[in-house]
């Protein structure tokens, strides 16, 4: 298939400055020496605009390369970014050749998802995971690309990232802890929250301080990947959670699933993020009478003997952490604090 390339050049003006397997049945575990970090972006540097999953529009392509413009970046992307295949964007191998290509393209130093939606979990078979481990580079997105962290990570033990999209609200705070956390490594960084307008502080859940490998994402995106390949195993690791428009049984039905399948036994702590949109629906709810989100998640979670703190600032939100999947990190639920523990880029 002939495909056209399509490079955005930079503009300056707007700049803002940068430094420089085999299949199982259940789970996979990435031991430490065996995890890959990419290099880090720096002013200039060249982001490739990927649709792994839900087509997307041309207004939405163009709104991400104006927003990776004004971050002081080149942009590139393939026609195929805007092909259109019912709710995905190209058939499942378009889009993983997509991926692929531009995980190969020497002259493309970062991939940036434009958007979410759904069709992620069905490329994973179909990726090359061999020239996604030899050619290491920051891989970011959220939402639905929750599928894409956990099978990479799970194939080849390649840090990537959870974070904004293209068409994300790239305000003061999302861009200060994409720069922090992408452009100028720390040995520590604590990330601070900044609750939405009208939004609430975090919330502890349960009492307690752990530190373990950072893994997780969208919450019914990490559930369907209970039982395949490229399930990780979460001993002693951080779960961090996210989930928008699901109604409090339906988070409660989630969330028991990850307990009787075991996703928590061993864990080391929880950290949650913004449940957007999680409450009761005041149109047709589902029940007439409902719990609220706060009593579901303290109901099942509170007594799995771990940290556990809600509303820290990631999800469908506008202010936005960028989350390194694979990191150490520490939770310490009485001070409501997470905080990386070891550069995720070199």
């Not at 999947?325 to 880029?345: C, I, R, S, W, Y």
Request: with cysteine; aromatic share 10%; proline share 4%.
């Amino acid at each position: 298939m002939k495909r056209k390339n399509f490079i955005k050049t930079l503009t300056t003006a707007s700049a803002i400055s940068f430094l420089p397997s085999e299949k199982i049945l259940s789970y996979t575990s990435v031991k430490g020496d065996q995890k890959i970090k990419p290099g880090r972006l720096k002013q200039g540097d060249t982001i490739a605009l990927v649709a792994p999953g839900s087509y997307i529009s041309e207004e939405e392509l163009n709104n991400s390369v104006e927003n990776l413009h004004s971050l002081g970046f080149k942009v590139v992307y393939n026609e195929s970014v805007l092909y259109k295949n019912g709710y995905f964007s190209g058939n499942d191998k378009q889009r993983a050749e997509e991926l692929i290509e531009m995980f190969s393209r020497k002259d493309v130093d970062g991939i940036m998802c434009v958007r979410g939606g759904y069709g992620c979990i069905r490329i994973l078979p179909l990726l090359d995971y061999e020239i996604i481990k030899k050619n290491s580079k920051v891989l970011i997105g959220y939402s639905d690309v929750t599928a894409l962290l956990y099978g990479i990570y799970s194939k080849t033990g390649f840090i990537c990232f959870h974070g904004p999209v293209g068409i994300s609200t790239f305000n003061e705070f999302t861009i200060k802890y994409f720069k922090d956390v992408l452009a100028f490594p720390h040995n520590r960084l604590e990330l601070v929250s900044e609750p939405e307008e009208n939004g609430e502080e975090p919330v502890k859940i349960s009492s307690g301080k752990a530190e373990g490998e950072l893994i997780g994402g969208n919450l019914s995106v990490i559930v369907s990947l209970i039982g395949t390949e490229y399930d990780i195993d979460t001993e002693d690791k951080i779960i961090f959670l996210e989930e928008t428009r699901e109604e409090p049984y339906r988070i409660d039905k989630m969330l028991t699933q990850m307990i009787m399948a075991g996703k928590f036994d061993k864990a080391a702590g929880i950290a949650l993020g913004v449940f957007d949109n999680c409450e009761q629906k005041k149109d047709n709810p589902s029940f007439e009478s409902s719990f609220t989100l706060m009593e579901v998640l303290k109901e099942r979670l509170s007594g799995l003997g771990i940290p556990v703190v809600y509303g820290f600032s990631f999800g469908h939100i506008k202010n936005k952490f960028t989350l390194p999947f694979g990191v150490n990190v520490e939770v310490n639920a009485d001070e409501k604090t997470l905080t990386l523990l070891e550069p995720a880029v070199i």
